[in-house]
């Protein structure tokens, strides 16, 4: 009798033997995804090693906290456990709508604001009807796309209105329907390309737009990007713009997106209306294109639309602007 009951219980143990094996399987899965992503928001991009997990988005938390769940539903600990894991993978939600949503959509623009339409749209973006089609919608005053010459050297876009024509500096085309006082590249170094802007709408103060375009390769240090840019524009800039603007490449939470212009404020979430995400175009779960501006300076609103097309969604930004004093 003794020999059947250790027989029965050696039999019962080899059978729960892979349900603890996959258990851990998804206790360790799951932690190393919960661990990950907190290390990226605590050490950010300051290192090398750490910008990639800054990269994991908010939703990595869902599979996360449900692979916990998978791992004690299996060694059958108590069921509040589970549950409670289940619960918290809702978090994962709750943080990315917090990063990159914001109440209030598009809305029509007004005279008492600067409307900025910039759009990575990438080297392969040829159509000059979507650039239009987007324009249309937006009705900016001032056009920055980054890439697209072949489309934004089209015929019907060149007759948009523009003062005092396309702009080509470096990877930017540039349009503005108000005059231009200045147009110039301040720098292009290591992918790094900066353009100064300065536009003079009627009645009100000029406006200093920052244009930048910063590396896209994932193995370069987000950190040292920052800091050589920074480097560049104390060299070449010798007055504080009203906006800064462009494809930084780098995330929301970046350490080293705020190392740049130190002083100033990152226009989302504050400014922001709708959802915030910017690349991929498709599926915009990382804003990567950005809007500063100095401290104390009111927040521009912001906003961003699907143009159809090229690699990333475009920026719409309305900037207060300050009239003239007497």
């Known amino acids: 009798m003794s020999d059947q009951h250790e027989s029965r219980s050696t039999h019962n143990q080899s059978r729960g033997l892979p349900s603890r094996i996959l258990a851990i399987v998804f206790i360790v899965a799951g932690s190393t995804l919960l661990l990950g992503w907190i290390v990226g928001r605590i050490c950010s991009d300051q290192w090398t090693w750490s910008q990639w997990l800054l990269w994991l988005p908010s939703l990595i938390l869902v599979p996360g906290f449900l692979m916990l769940a998978c791992g004690t539903w299996l060694l059958r600990l108590r069921r509040w456990a589970t549950m409670t894991l289940c619960i918290a993978s809702a978090l994962g939600l709750v943080v ?39 324009i249309e919608q937006v009705q900016p005053d001032v056009i920055v796309v980054l890439g697209a010459h072949r489309a934004a050297n089209g015929e019907s876009l060149a007759q948009w209105g523009v003062v005092p024509g396309p702009m080509p500096r470096g990877e930017f085309m540039i349009f503005s329907r108000i005059p231009v006082v200045s147009c110039r590249s301040l720098a292009r170094s290591n992918d790094i390309q900066l353009v100064q802007l300065i536009v003079q709408p009627q009645g009100a103060e000029a406006i200093e737009c920052l244009l930048m375009d910063l590396p896209s390769d994932p193995s370069r240090s987000r950190w040292t990007i920052a800091q050589t840019t920074k480097a560049l524009l104390r060299r070449t800039l010798h007055n504080t713009p009203s906006i800064a603007l462009g494809d930084f490449n780098m995330t929301q939470h970046s350490r080293a ?70």
């Open 96 to 134: 990315e709508f917090a990063t990159l949503w914001r109440p209030g959509e598009l809305s029509p623009a007004t005279t008492q604001s600067l409307r900025i339409l910039h759009w990575t749209a990438g080297p392969q973006m040829r159509s000059t009807p979507v650039l239009l089609s987007v």
């Open 257 to 326: 997106l705020r190392s740049i212009l130190p002083s100033w404020s990152v226009a989302w979430p504050a400014g922001g209306r709708g959802w915030g995400g910017t690349w991929p175009r498709s599926m915009p779960l990382w804003r990567i294109d950005h809007v500063l501006v100095p401290q104390g300076n009111p927040i521009p609103r912001v906003m961003t639309v699907d143009p159809g097309a090229g690699r990333h969604r475009a920026q719409v930004i309305d900037l207060a602007l300050k009239p003239v004093s007497k």
